[in-house]
Protein backbone atom coordinates (compact mmCIF):
# COMPACT_ATOMS: atom_id res chain seq x y z
CA UNK A 1 0.00 0.00 0.00
CA UNK A 2 1.43 3.74 -0.79
CA UNK A 3 2.85 5.87 2.18
CA UNK A 4 1.21 8.01 4.26
CA UNK A 5 2.52 11.22 6.82
CA UNK A 6 0.93 11.37 9.95
CA UNK A 7 0.86 12.87 12.97
CA UNK A 8 -2.18 12.70 16.25
CA UNK A 9 -3.17 12.30 19.33
CA UNK A 10 -4.49 9.38 21.22
CA UNK A 11 -6.40 10.24 23.79
CA UNK A 12 -6.21 8.77 27.70
CA UNK A 13 -7.46 9.81 31.25
CA UNK A 14 -4.62 11.88 31.69
CA UNK A 15 -2.75 13.71 28.93
CA UNK A 16 -2.95 12.60 25.82
CA UNK A 17 -0.21 10.34 23.64
CA UNK A 18 1.25 12.12 20.34
CA UNK A 19 1.87 9.85 17.52
CA UNK A 20 4.03 9.97 14.23
CA UNK A 21 4.36 7.77 11.49
CA UNK A 22 7.20 9.28 8.76
CA UNK A 23 7.89 5.56 7.41
CA UNK A 24 5.28 3.62 6.02
CA UNK A 25 3.52 1.48 9.03
CA UNK A 26 6.28 2.53 11.54
CA UNK A 27 4.32 4.99 14.50
CA UNK A 28 6.70 6.54 17.44
CA UNK A 29 4.43 6.94 20.35
CA UNK A 30 5.42 9.56 22.97
CA UNK A 31 4.36 10.97 26.48
CA UNK A 32 5.23 14.82 27.20
CA UNK A 33 7.47 13.35 29.71
CA UNK A 34 10.83 14.37 30.10
CA UNK A 35 13.26 11.46 31.64
CA UNK A 36 14.64 12.32 34.82
CA UNK A 37 17.40 10.18 36.67
CA UNK A 38 16.37 9.24 39.99
CA UNK A 39 12.94 10.67 39.64
CA UNK A 40 9.55 8.33 39.27
CA UNK A 41 9.16 7.85 35.49
CA UNK A 42 5.33 7.11 35.05
CA UNK A 43 4.41 3.82 32.95
CA UNK A 44 1.30 4.84 30.54
CA UNK A 45 -1.66 2.38 30.13
CA UNK A 46 -4.07 2.65 26.94
CA UNK A 47 -6.76 0.10 27.14
CA UNK A 48 -7.37 -1.03 23.14
CA UNK A 49 -10.47 -1.95 21.47
CA UNK A 50 -10.20 -5.12 19.81
CA UNK A 51 -6.19 -4.36 19.87
CA UNK A 52 -6.93 -0.84 17.94
CA UNK A 53 -6.24 2.29 19.55
CA UNK A 54 -8.31 5.25 18.41
CA UNK A 55 -7.32 8.38 18.12
CA UNK A 56 -6.77 12.09 15.93
CA UNK A 57 -4.64 13.43 13.23
CA UNK A 58 -3.54 16.76 13.54
CA UNK A 59 -5.99 17.59 10.49
CA UNK A 60 -8.68 16.11 12.59
CA UNK A 61 -8.81 12.43 10.47
CA UNK A 62 -10.13 9.76 12.65
CA UNK A 63 -7.42 6.86 12.74
CA UNK A 64 -7.43 3.58 14.25
CA UNK A 65 -4.24 2.20 14.83
CA UNK A 66 -3.51 -2.15 15.07
CA UNK A 67 -1.34 -2.78 17.61
CA UNK A 68 -2.70 -6.21 19.06
CA UNK A 69 -3.26 -7.52 22.65
CA UNK A 70 -5.94 -5.70 25.02
CA UNK A 71 -3.35 -3.06 25.88
CA UNK A 72 -0.99 -0.37 24.74
CA UNK A 73 1.85 0.12 27.18
CA UNK A 74 4.00 3.24 26.49
CA UNK A 75 6.84 4.25 29.12
CA UNK A 76 8.22 7.94 27.49
CA UNK A 77 8.21 6.68 23.65
CA UNK A 78 7.33 3.72 22.13
CA UNK A 79 8.12 2.67 18.29
CA UNK A 80 6.17 -0.31 16.68
CA UNK A 81 5.39 -1.34 13.08
CA UNK A 82 1.99 -2.00 12.63
CA UNK A 83 0.22 -4.49 9.74
CA UNK A 84 -2.86 -2.50 9.40
CA UNK A 85 -4.34 1.14 9.92
CA UNK A 86 -7.34 3.06 9.18
CA UNK A 87 -8.03 6.91 8.15
CA UNK A 88 -11.23 8.68 7.63
CA UNK A 89 -11.68 9.91 4.37
CA UNK A 90 -13.12 12.86 5.53
CA UNK A 91 -12.03 15.88 8.88
CA UNK A 92 -14.85 17.54 8.70
CA UNK A 93 -16.69 16.07 11.54
CA UNK A 94 -16.12 12.93 13.63
CA UNK A 95 -16.59 9.46 12.09
CA UNK A 96 -17.38 5.80 13.50
CA UNK A 97 -15.09 3.87 12.38
CA UNK A 98 -15.07 1.24 14.70
CA UNK A 99 -17.48 -0.98 12.68
CA UNK A 100 -18.89 -0.68 8.64
CA UNK A 101 -20.95 -2.65 6.52
CA UNK A 102 -19.17 -2.30 3.08
CA UNK A 103 -15.42 -3.10 2.15
CA UNK A 104 -13.83 -1.66 -1.21
CA UNK A 105 -11.07 -3.12 -2.89
CA UNK A 106 -9.48 -1.83 -5.97
CA UNK A 107 -6.70 -2.13 -8.73
CA UNK A 108 -3.94 -4.66 -8.05
CA UNK A 109 -4.29 -7.69 -8.90
CA UNK A 110 -7.89 -7.76 -9.53
CA UNK A 111 -7.04 -5.68 -12.96
CA UNK A 112 -5.41 -9.02 -13.96
CA UNK A 113 -8.86 -10.91 -12.94
CA UNK A 114 -12.12 -8.93 -14.72
CA UNK A 115 -12.77 -8.41 -18.49
CA UNK A 116 -12.96 -4.50 -18.55
CA UNK A 117 -15.86 -3.11 -20.52
CA UNK A 118 -16.96 -0.19 -18.84
CA UNK A 119 -16.91 2.53 -21.61
CA UNK A 120 -18.41 2.08 -25.30
CA UNK A 121 -16.93 4.90 -27.99
CA UNK A 122 -18.32 5.55 -31.30
CA UNK A 123 -17.44 7.75 -33.57
CA UNK A 124 -19.86 8.90 -36.65
CA UNK A 125 -20.29 12.03 -38.40
CA UNK A 126 -16.51 13.34 -36.72
CA UNK A 127 -18.33 12.69 -33.56
CA UNK A 128 -16.66 10.53 -30.90
CA UNK A 129 -19.24 9.85 -28.49
CA UNK A 130 -18.35 8.01 -25.65
CA UNK A 131 -20.89 5.64 -23.62
CA UNK A 132 -20.97 4.09 -19.80
CA UNK A 133 -21.31 0.45 -19.53
CA UNK A 134 -22.38 -1.56 -16.44
CA UNK A 135 -20.05 -4.42 -16.62
CA UNK A 136 -20.87 -5.38 -12.80
CA UNK A 137 -21.34 -9.30 -11.80
CA UNK A 138 -23.20 -9.61 -8.75
CA UNK A 139 -23.08 -12.55 -6.45
CA UNK A 140 -24.90 -13.35 -2.99
CA UNK A 141 -23.17 -15.34 -0.04
CA UNK A 142 -24.40 -16.67 3.26
CA UNK A 143 -21.84 -17.44 5.40
CA UNK A 144 -21.17 -17.16 9.52
CA UNK A 145 -24.96 -16.14 10.35
CA UNK A 146 -24.65 -13.05 7.92
CA UNK A 147 -25.39 -12.63 3.86
CA UNK A 148 -22.28 -11.09 1.70
CA UNK A 149 -23.41 -9.30 -1.57
CA UNK A 150 -19.90 -9.27 -3.57
CA UNK A 151 -20.07 -7.04 -6.71
CA UNK A 152 -17.18 -6.55 -9.10
CA UNK A 153 -17.02 -3.86 -11.52
CA UNK A 154 -14.57 -1.52 -13.70
CA UNK A 155 -14.01 1.94 -12.50
CA UNK A 156 -14.80 5.19 -15.51
CA UNK A 157 -12.73 8.26 -14.44
CA UNK A 158 -12.63 11.33 -15.91
CA UNK A 159 -9.87 13.76 -15.57
CA UNK A 160 -9.52 17.23 -17.00
CA UNK A 161 -6.32 19.77 -16.79
CA UNK A 162 -4.52 21.68 -19.12
CA UNK A 163 -3.70 19.07 -21.54
CA UNK A 164 -6.77 18.51 -22.10
CA UNK A 165 -9.62 15.63 -21.04
CA UNK A 166 -8.87 12.55 -20.58
CA UNK A 167 -11.32 9.00 -19.44
CA UNK A 168 -9.91 5.78 -18.02
CA UNK A 169 -11.69 2.71 -17.92
CA UNK A 170 -8.32 0.86 -16.42
CA UNK A 171 -9.13 -0.27 -12.84
CA UNK A 172 -10.97 -2.59 -11.44
CA UNK A 173 -13.46 -2.61 -7.72
CA UNK A 174 -14.78 -5.67 -5.65
CA UNK A 175 -17.01 -4.58 -3.04
CA UNK A 176 -18.24 -6.44 -0.08
CA UNK A 177 -21.76 -5.18 1.01
CA UNK A 178 -22.73 -7.25 4.32
CA UNK A 179 -26.42 -7.19 6.21
CA UNK A 180 -24.78 -6.93 9.62
CA UNK A 181 -22.24 -4.18 10.45
CA UNK A 182 -18.85 -5.82 10.81
CA UNK A 183 -16.58 -4.91 13.67
CA UNK A 184 -13.23 -3.28 12.80
CA UNK A 185 -11.42 -6.58 13.78
CA UNK A 186 -13.45 -8.88 11.12
CA UNK A 187 -11.45 -6.31 8.48
CA UNK A 188 -8.09 -8.95 9.07
CA UNK A 189 -10.51 -11.77 8.33
CA UNK A 190 -12.51 -10.27 4.99
CA UNK A 191 -8.92 -8.95 3.63
CA UNK A 192 -7.01 -12.41 4.22
CA UNK A 193 -10.38 -13.97 2.41
CA UNK A 194 -10.53 -12.21 -0.79
CA UNK A 195 -6.74 -12.62 -1.06
CA UNK A 196 -7.35 -16.30 -0.97
CA UNK A 197 -9.82 -16.34 -3.70
CA UNK A 198 -7.38 -14.42 -5.86
CA UNK A 199 -5.01 -16.66 -4.91
CA UNK A 200 -6.71 -19.38 -5.95
CA UNK A 201 -7.48 -17.12 -9.60
CA UNK A 202 -3.85 -16.39 -9.97
CA UNK A 203 -2.10 -19.55 -8.72
CA UNK A 204 -0.13 -17.43 -6.88
CA UNK A 205 0.12 -16.32 -3.25
CA UNK A 206 1.64 -12.28 -3.67
CA UNK A 207 -1.89 -11.02 -4.66
CA UNK A 208 -3.09 -7.63 -3.32
CA UNK A 209 -5.22 -4.28 -3.89
CA UNK A 210 -3.98 -0.47 -4.96
CA UNK A 211 -6.10 1.15 -2.51
CA UNK A 212 -9.16 -0.36 0.07
CA UNK A 213 -12.20 1.34 1.70
CA UNK A 214 -14.42 0.88 4.23
CA UNK A 215 -17.90 2.22 4.38
CA UNK A 216 -21.42 2.78 5.46
CA UNK A 217 -24.91 3.03 3.77
CA UNK A 218 -22.70 3.41 0.49
CA UNK A 219 -20.42 5.62 1.34
CA UNK A 220 -16.48 5.29 1.97
CA UNK A 221 -15.78 6.68 5.48
CA UNK A 222 -12.50 5.52 6.17
CA UNK A 223 -8.97 4.22 3.68
CA UNK A 224 -7.63 1.28 5.18
CA UNK A 225 -3.74 0.73 4.87
CA UNK A 226 -2.57 -3.05 4.99
CA UNK A 227 1.08 -3.69 4.80
CA UNK A 228 2.36 -5.58 2.02
CA UNK A 229 5.52 -7.07 2.08
CA UNK A 230 5.80 -8.51 -1.49
CA UNK A 231 5.04 -6.99 -5.13
CA UNK A 232 2.50 -8.32 -6.31
CA UNK A 233 2.58 -11.49 -9.31
CA UNK A 234 2.81 -9.87 -12.53
CA UNK A 235 1.57 -13.12 -13.89
CA UNK A 236 -0.03 -12.95 -17.59
CA UNK A 237 -3.54 -11.80 -17.67
CA UNK A 238 -4.82 -14.47 -20.24
CA UNK A 239 -3.02 -16.91 -17.65
CA UNK A 240 -5.59 -16.38 -14.47
CA UNK A 241 -9.02 -17.63 -14.14
CA UNK A 242 -11.56 -14.72 -14.49
CA UNK A 243 -14.08 -13.32 -12.43
CA UNK A 244 -16.76 -14.20 -15.39
CA UNK A 245 -15.44 -18.06 -16.32
CA UNK A 246 -15.99 -18.73 -12.53
CA UNK A 247 -20.06 -17.41 -13.17
CA UNK A 248 -21.93 -18.60 -10.00
CA UNK A 249 -19.46 -20.89 -8.67
CA UNK A 250 -17.63 -17.88 -7.25
CA UNK A 251 -20.02 -17.23 -4.39
CA UNK A 252 -19.84 -21.65 -3.38
CA UNK A 253 -15.72 -21.28 -3.37
CA UNK A 254 -15.79 -17.83 -1.23
CA UNK A 255 -17.97 -20.00 1.13
CA UNK A 256 -15.44 -22.45 1.01
CA UNK A 257 -12.96 -20.18 1.90
CA UNK A 258 -14.87 -19.00 4.51
CA UNK A 259 -15.30 -22.48 6.02
CA UNK A 260 -18.60 -21.77 7.28
CA UNK A 261 -20.22 -25.20 7.45
CA UNK A 262 -18.09 -27.01 10.05
CA UNK A 263 -14.59 -26.77 11.84
CA UNK A 264 -12.99 -29.07 9.71
CA UNK A 265 -10.35 -27.80 6.86
CA UNK A 266 -12.83 -27.32 3.86
CA UNK A 267 -9.63 -25.92 1.66
CA UNK A 268 -6.09 -26.12 1.82
CA UNK A 269 -4.01 -23.82 -0.61
CA UNK A 270 -0.61 -23.92 0.85
CA UNK A 271 1.05 -25.33 -2.22
CA UNK A 272 0.21 -22.66 -4.09
CA UNK A 273 3.74 -20.03 -5.33
CA UNK A 274 4.19 -18.00 -2.93
CA UNK A 275 5.42 -15.25 -6.01
CA UNK A 276 6.50 -15.82 -9.86
CA UNK A 277 10.05 -16.69 -8.48
CA UNK A 278 8.46 -19.83 -6.24
CA UNK A 279 6.94 -20.57 -8.93
CA UNK A 280 9.93 -22.59 -10.92
CA UNK A 281 10.58 -24.29 -7.51
CA UNK A 282 9.79 -27.55 -5.39
CA UNK A 283 11.25 -28.48 -2.16
CA UNK A 284 10.46 -30.43 0.53
CA UNK A 285 8.08 -28.25 2.08
CA UNK A 286 5.83 -27.91 -1.09
CA UNK A 287 5.64 -31.12 -1.40
CA UNK A 288 4.56 -31.58 1.81
CA UNK A 289 1.98 -29.11 1.43
CA UNK A 290 0.74 -30.23 -2.04
CA UNK A 291 0.16 -33.98 -0.12
CA UNK A 292 -1.88 -32.06 2.62
CA UNK A 293 -3.93 -30.25 -0.08
CA UNK A 294 -4.76 -33.49 -2.08
CA UNK A 295 -5.91 -35.47 1.11
CA UNK A 296 -7.80 -32.26 2.74
CA UNK A 297 -9.51 -33.17 -1.37
CA UNK A 298 -9.69 -36.50 -1.31
CA UNK A 299 -12.10 -36.21 2.16
CA UNK A 300 -14.39 -34.70 -0.03
CA UNK A 301 -14.39 -36.43 -2.85
CA UNK A 302 -16.89 -38.77 -3.89
CA UNK A 303 -16.53 -42.82 -3.98
CA UNK A 304 -13.34 -43.20 -6.97
CA UNK A 305 -12.42 -46.98 -6.06
CA UNK A 306 -16.62 -48.65 -6.16
CA UNK A 307 -15.91 -52.11 -6.23
CA UNK A 308 -12.88 -52.27 -4.09
CA UNK A 309 -14.58 -50.78 -1.66
CA UNK A 310 -17.20 -52.62 -1.93
CA UNK A 311 -14.92 -55.08 -0.74
CA UNK A 312 -13.45 -52.68 2.01
CA UNK A 313 -17.01 -52.30 3.49
CA UNK A 314 -17.87 -56.46 3.26
CA UNK A 315 -14.42 -57.16 4.86
CA UNK A 316 -15.60 -54.47 7.69
CA UNK A 317 -18.86 -56.00 8.32
CA UNK A 318 -17.34 -59.84 8.35
CA UNK A 319 -14.44 -58.24 10.97
CA UNK A 320 -18.12 -56.60 13.02
CA UNK A 321 -19.57 -59.82 13.09
CA UNK A 322 -16.55 -61.47 14.32
CA UNK A 323 -16.63 -58.81 17.22
CA UNK A 324 -19.92 -59.02 18.36
CA UNK A 325 -19.54 -63.40 18.44
CA UNK A 326 -16.72 -63.03 20.47
CA UNK A 327 -18.24 -60.09 22.60
CA UNK A 328 -20.53 -62.60 23.58
CA UNK A 329 -17.90 -65.15 25.19
CA UNK A 330 -15.62 -62.75 26.77
CA UNK A 331 -16.88 -60.36 29.23
CA UNK A 332 -13.36 -59.10 30.32
CA UNK A 333 -13.27 -56.34 28.34
CA UNK A 334 -14.51 -53.28 28.87
CA UNK A 335 -17.02 -51.47 26.33
CA UNK A 336 -14.69 -48.54 26.25
CA UNK A 337 -12.22 -50.86 24.77
CA UNK A 338 -15.09 -52.16 22.07
CA UNK A 339 -16.19 -48.97 21.36
CA UNK A 340 -12.49 -47.86 20.88
CA UNK A 341 -12.22 -50.77 18.23
CA UNK A 342 -15.56 -49.38 16.40
CA UNK A 343 -14.26 -45.98 16.25
CA UNK A 344 -10.89 -47.37 14.14
CA UNK A 345 -12.81 -49.06 12.12
CA UNK A 346 -14.33 -46.48 11.04
CA UNK A 347 -11.73 -44.71 9.93
CA UNK A 348 -10.20 -47.91 7.78
CA UNK A 349 -9.54 -46.80 4.33
CA UNK A 350 -6.78 -47.53 1.06
CA UNK A 351 -3.43 -45.78 1.50
CA UNK A 352 -2.74 -42.42 0.39
CA UNK A 353 -0.76 -43.51 -2.47
CA UNK A 354 -3.45 -45.31 -3.90
CA UNK A 355 -6.38 -42.83 -3.46
CA UNK A 356 -4.04 -40.36 -5.35
CA UNK A 357 -3.67 -42.93 -8.33
CA UNK A 358 -7.58 -43.50 -8.59
CA UNK A 359 -7.97 -39.90 -8.52
CA UNK A 360 -5.40 -39.02 -10.99
CA UNK A 361 -7.49 -42.17 -13.09
CA UNK A 362 -10.24 -40.04 -12.43
CA UNK A 363 -9.27 -36.94 -14.32
CA UNK A 364 -6.83 -38.72 -16.69
CA UNK A 365 -7.85 -36.09 -19.45
CA UNK A 366 -7.39 -32.97 -17.74
CA UNK A 367 -3.56 -34.58 -16.56
CA UNK A 368 -2.28 -35.06 -20.23
CA UNK A 369 -3.70 -31.51 -21.50
CA UNK A 370 -1.84 -29.43 -18.19
CA UNK A 371 1.12 -32.18 -18.46
CA UNK A 372 1.17 -32.01 -22.88
CA UNK A 373 4.64 -31.35 -22.75
CA UNK A 374 6.22 -33.73 -20.45
CA UNK A 375 5.79 -37.29 -20.49
CA UNK A 376 3.18 -38.98 -18.73
CA UNK A 377 2.77 -39.06 -14.85
CA UNK A 378 2.34 -42.98 -13.98
CA UNK A 379 0.89 -45.02 -10.82
CA UNK A 380 4.36 -45.46 -9.87
CA UNK A 381 5.32 -42.11 -9.70
CA UNK A 382 2.59 -40.96 -7.36
CA UNK A 383 3.62 -43.95 -5.55
CA UNK A 384 6.78 -42.22 -5.14
CA UNK A 385 6.07 -39.07 -4.44
CA UNK A 386 3.99 -40.44 -1.29
CA UNK A 387 6.79 -42.51 -0.16
CA UNK A 388 8.79 -39.46 -0.67
CA UNK A 389 6.48 -37.46 1.46
CA UNK A 390 6.35 -39.95 4.32
CA UNK A 391 9.98 -40.49 4.63
CA UNK A 392 10.89 -36.62 5.04
CA UNK A 393 8.27 -36.70 7.40
CA UNK A 394 9.12 -39.06 9.64
CA UNK A 395 12.72 -37.50 10.01
CA UNK A 396 14.44 -39.77 6.84
CA UNK A 397 17.26 -37.84 4.65
CA UNK A 398 15.94 -37.94 1.55
CA UNK A 399 17.18 -36.40 -1.80
CA UNK A 400 14.25 -34.77 -4.53
CA UNK A 401 14.90 -35.86 -8.27
CA UNK A 402 13.01 -34.66 -11.74
CA UNK A 403 10.77 -37.39 -11.61
CA UNK A 404 9.25 -36.61 -7.87
CA UNK A 405 9.70 -32.65 -8.46
CA UNK A 406 7.56 -32.94 -11.51
CA UNK A 407 5.01 -35.11 -10.61
CA UNK A 408 4.59 -32.99 -7.37
CA UNK A 409 4.07 -30.33 -9.17
CA UNK A 410 1.59 -31.78 -11.98
CA UNK A 411 -0.47 -33.27 -8.48
CA UNK A 412 -0.98 -29.48 -7.92
CA UNK A 413 -3.52 -29.91 -11.46
CA UNK A 414 -5.72 -32.56 -9.15
CA UNK A 415 -6.07 -29.87 -6.45
CA UNK A 416 -7.30 -27.70 -8.71
CA UNK A 417 -9.49 -30.20 -10.50
CA UNK A 418 -10.86 -31.21 -7.24
CA UNK A 419 -12.00 -27.69 -5.92
CA UNK A 420 -13.35 -26.71 -8.92
CA UNK A 421 -15.76 -29.66 -9.24
CA UNK A 422 -16.57 -29.26 -5.72
CA UNK A 423 -17.76 -25.78 -6.29
CA UNK A 424 -19.66 -26.97 -9.62
CA UNK A 425 -17.42 -25.93 -12.59
CA UNK A 426 -18.06 -28.47 -15.37
CA UNK A 427 -15.55 -30.48 -16.65
CA UNK A 428 -15.41 -29.39 -20.16
CA UNK A 429 -14.66 -25.65 -18.38
CA UNK A 430 -12.18 -27.55 -16.59
CA UNK A 431 -10.71 -28.70 -19.49
CA UNK A 432 -10.59 -25.99 -21.28
CA UNK A 433 -8.83 -23.98 -18.70
CA UNK A 434 -6.15 -26.60 -18.57
CA UNK A 435 -5.30 -25.62 -21.73
CA UNK A 436 -3.88 -21.70 -20.95
CA UNK A 437 -4.59 -21.14 -17.31
CA UNK A 438 -4.03 -23.40 -14.85
CA UNK A 439 -0.45 -24.43 -13.35
CA UNK A 440 1.25 -21.33 -15.18
Not at 61 to 89: P, Q
Not at 164 to 182: S, W
Not at 373 to 399: F, L, P, Q
Request: hydrophobic letters at 35%.
Amino acid sequence: MKKDTLTGVIPTEGKPIVFSSQNDYEFCFLTDMIYKIGEKNDVVKIPTVDGFLFGKTHENNDVAIYVGGKEFIVFLNRTITTGLYVKSSYNVRNRDIKDFDTICFQGGTLNKLFKINGIKTDLADGTNTVELIDDSERYHIETNGYSINLVVRSITTERMGLEGRHIANDNVELTLKFDKPQPLKSLIEHYNKIKDLLSFMTFRENVGFDKIYIGKESSKTAEVFMREDKEFTDKNHFNNIHFDELGESLPKLLKLLYNSEDKKSSLSLGFIPKDDNDFFIMNNDKIRLICTALECELSFAEDIKVEENKELDELIETIKSTIKEFRKTHTKLSNDVYNSISSNMGHWSFPLAEKLCALHHKYEEEMLIINKNSSSITDENIKAVVKYRNDITHGKHRVSDMEIARTAFYLCGLIYFCILERVGVDRKNIKEWCKHQLLT
